[in-house]
């Protein structure tokens, strides 16, 4: 079956530090990959997701780009804030949208 | 509603109890999906419906825990004769069309069972 591996945390980081959470995933054919994030006291919420290979997707200063060869889809920020401290999963999906998670990374920026 | 609703959003539980948990998706939402996440972890996928069909129930745990969406909105997630293990976040998850493999889902913000 298809799994997840995201880097383990958590990761804390200083305001305006660069961000980057490792996944890689294993899944028969090519799967959608997501990025979901969790705030404080809030649901899931998605982030930003790529459909195909070389994909990049982009939200709110994050980027992940769909790497086939080497089967990540990593997570980036030039420049993390505060509000940015949440935990972050990524993702796959099947055809119909079935969704396995990471077990995801917990973000805490100070200022 | 705006949202995925879930009631209740805390649920507490004596070992052996049966419990009911809503999830009310977004209007006109095709398919369902309910996700159990201990505390830690991430998701894992429970089933899914499309409609009032449930076409994937791989991941409920056991026989104990069964779902319905018999009206094809409305989803409940039932666990029978809970025991200590059950104890987890229960999320529901709604999206608008099962056909494309990046359709969006969109979370409730959980239901958090504790079984003593």
């Known amino acids: 079956g298809n799994s997840v591996t995201q880097m383990e945390g958590p990761v804390t980081l200083s305001e305006e530090a660069f961000l980057t959470i490792n996944c890689t995933y294993t899944?028969?054919?090519?799967?959608?990959l997501f990025w979901y994030v969790q705030y404080p006291g809030e649901g899931l919420q998605l982030l930003l997701k790529a459909t195909k290979a070389d994909d990049k997707g982009s939200n709110k200063g994050f980027e992940a780009t769909y790497r086939k060869e080497t089967t990540s889809f990593h997570l980036e920020k030039g420049s993390v804030q505060v509000s940015d401290s949440a935990v972050y999963f990524c993702a796959g999906g099947t055809s119909y949208g079935k969704l396995t998670f990471g077990q995801g990374t917990i973000l805490t920026v100070h200022p | 509603g705006a949202g995925v609703s879930q009631s209740p959003r805390y649920k507490v539980a004596k070992r052996g109890q049966d419990v009911a948990l809503r999830c009310d998706p977004i209007?006109?939402?095709?398919?369902l999906f309910w996700y159990q996440q201990a505390l830690g972890q991430g998701p894992e996928f429970l089933t899914y419906f499309q409609n009032e069909a449930q076409l994937d129930k791989s991941g409920l745990p056991s026989d104990r825990f069964f779902a319905e969406r018999p009206e094809g909105s409305v989803s409940t997630l039932k666990i029978q004769r809970t025991q200590q293990e059950d104890s987890a976040v229960y999320l529901c998850?709604?999206?608008?069309?099962?056909?494309?493999?990046?359709?969006?889902?969109?979370f409730g913000a959980g239901t958090r069972l504790s079984v003593l």
């Open positions: 899944a028969t054919g090519y799967p959608s």
């Open positions: 998850a709604s999206s608008f069309s099962f056909r494309e493999g990046g359709n969006i889902q969109y």
């Open positions: 209007s006109g939402h095709v398919s």
